[in-house]
């Protein structure tokens, strides 16, 4: 009989690691300050991808990561090119047999409008995380190198396929198209308003409390191809507030604008100067959407004025972001008209 424990543990099939490629693209989580002691000033996107991955040693437990540097900006920047070519990206290494899953490093400012993207556009079931820090990587109690270990443990998951795109940040796990960053400082920065988490990641652990209902990824028949080939449809945000005016959207028309995004206020209701503008820029063939600036609810259709009557198509529980994400793409795929843009808001 063979007692020695090593014996035994040497014959136990060697543990078969996830290949998990890590895109970088910048943000605070790749940020660099003169001082340990500041977390406020710092520049984003400075630190490469091999320094993000050093600073992590236990990854190399959890994954075989292959690394690769999409880009080094400040999110606030974050361009339609570069999300034309990070979605290409994403589709490139995921139709491998060599690559199981995706984490993307990337600023908070505008993390919420990439994964939702992601998550319309991606053609595939297997994981894409998105991880951010809220501190960057030089300071004290940095959060980035966690929320790095935390978004591989999520993605190297069999538990993640098929969830659509995922966020992994300070121990939760997201839906991309639920999530929202909610503060300007703390490194609990992002919640799902309404719904709430799909669940948490803490010490290589990973739990999924509920699973995302709405089509994504490979069932929204929406891809990148349409904005890839012929450019990205000009879409606009417009808020509501005391006072407002049409100074704005006449403006947009002026310039060609397809779509307008209304930040009503309230259940996306808004001025009524800004409502007038907005009912002549649909006479002239421009996709009107109305979301609210409150930050968490629904803004919903309304079978008499102004939607129905005008022609406006609400967002549902999308914020004016997300929502002028969900219209650039149903645009560029061609969809027209306010009920075929509506079926749109009311699927995803
Ligand atoms: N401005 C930074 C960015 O979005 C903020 C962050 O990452 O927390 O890139």
Same mark, same amino acid.
């Given at each position: 009989m063979n007692t020695s424990s090593s014996s035994s543990f040497s014959s136990a099939p060697p543990r078969v690691l996830s290949r998990i490629a890590v895109l970088a693209t910048g943000g605070t989580i790749a940020g660099s300050a003169h001082d340990a002691t500041r977390t406020a000033g710092y520049q984003a996107g400075v630190v490469g991808v091999a320094q993000l991955l050093a600073a992590v040693p236990a990854l190399s437990t959890l994954a075989n990561i292959h690394a690769e540097q999409v880009a080094s900006i400040d999110s606030k920047d974050m361009s339609l090119a570069l999300w034309t070519t990070l979605v290409q990206r994403v589709n490139a290494l995921l139709a491998t047999d060599a690559v199981d899953g995706i984490v993307i490093t990337h600023g908070t400012d505008t993390l919420e409008e990439t994964a939702y993207l992601l998550h319309l556009t991606v053609q595939s079931t297997k994981p894409v995380v998105l991880t951010a820090a809220m501190r960057p990587s030089t300071a004290l109690s940095a959060d980035g190198p966690l929320n790095l270990l935390n978004a591989v443990s999520v993605a190297a998951n069999r538990a @993640?396929?098929?969830?659509?795109? $995922?966020? &992994? #940040?300070?121990?939760?796990?997201?839906?991309?198209?639920?999530?929202?960053?909610?503060?300007?400082? +703390?490194? %609990? +920065? #992002?919640?799902?308003?309404? *719904? /709430?988490?799909?669940?948490?990641?803490? %010490?290589?652990?990973? =739990?999924?409390?509920? /699973?995302? $209902?709405?089509?994504?990824?490979?069932?929204?028949? $929406?891809?990148?191809?349409?904005? @890839? &080939?012929? /450019?990205?449809?000009?879409? =606009?945000? *417009?808020?509501?507030?005391? /006072? +407002?005016?049409?100074?704005?959207? %006449?403006? $947009?028309?002026q310039a060609g604008v397809r779509g307008i995004v209304v930040a009503g206020t309230g259940n996306g209701s808004m001025h009524v100067s800004l409502q007038q503008a907005l009912a002549d820029a649909l006479a002239r063939g421009v996709a009107v959407v109305r979301a609210s600036r409150v930050g968490s609810g629904h803004v919903m259709h309304n079978g008499a004025a102004p939607d129905d009557a005008l022609g406006f198509v609400t967002a549902n529980s999308l914020n004016p972001y997300k929502a002028r994400v969900l219209l650039m793409l149903a645009l560029a795929a061609g969809h027209a008209g306010p009920a075929e843009l509506q079926r749109a808001f009311d699927l995803f």
């Open positions: @993640a396929h098929g969830q659509g795109v $995922l966020v &992994a #940040f300070n121990n939760r796990i997201h839906s991309a198209r639920d999530v929202v960053k909610t503060s300007t400082f +703390a490194v %609990d +920065a #992002f919640h799902s308003p309404e *719904v /709430g988490a799909l669940g948490w990641v803490q %010490d290589e652990r990973v =739990e999924f409390l509920r /699973g995302v $209902l709405r089509p994504h990824t490979v069932s929204t028949g $929406l891809t990148i191809e349409p904005v @890839a &080939a012929d /450019g990205w449809p000009m879409v =606009e945000i *417009v808020a509501s507030y005391a /006072g +407002a005016t049409r100074l704005q959207v %006449d403006a $947009l028309v």
